[in-house]
């Protein structure tokens, strides 16, 4: 991510965690790990979009589901 990417993100962040009840740190952290799922999610599959989602802790089957493929598929994809 370059600096106007992440700009942009933690200013959707910030709106976002503005809407989550709690400390302001978690709701902070919950808030841009969420903008950088979506914006991952958004990206064309490759191995490393897919070990990105896996160490934010997406599902393989969300992978699947949003790039609309198996999940054996996915695991594959993630071997190579």
Request: charged fraction near 30%; glycine fraction near 2%.
């Amino acid at each position: 991510m370059d600096f106007s990417l992440m700009q942009a993100s933690m200013k959707k962040a910030v709106a976002l965690a503005k809407t989550y009840e709690g400390d302001w740190q978690a709701c902070m952290k919950l808030a841009f790990r969420s903008i950088k799922v979506e914006h991952y999610m958004k990206e064309p599959i490759s191995k490393e979009i897919i070990v990105k989602l896996l160490l934010h802790n997406v599902s393989y089957r969300r992978i699947a589901k949003n790039y609309d493929m198996t999940r054996k598929a996915v695991k594959t994809f993630d071997n190579i």
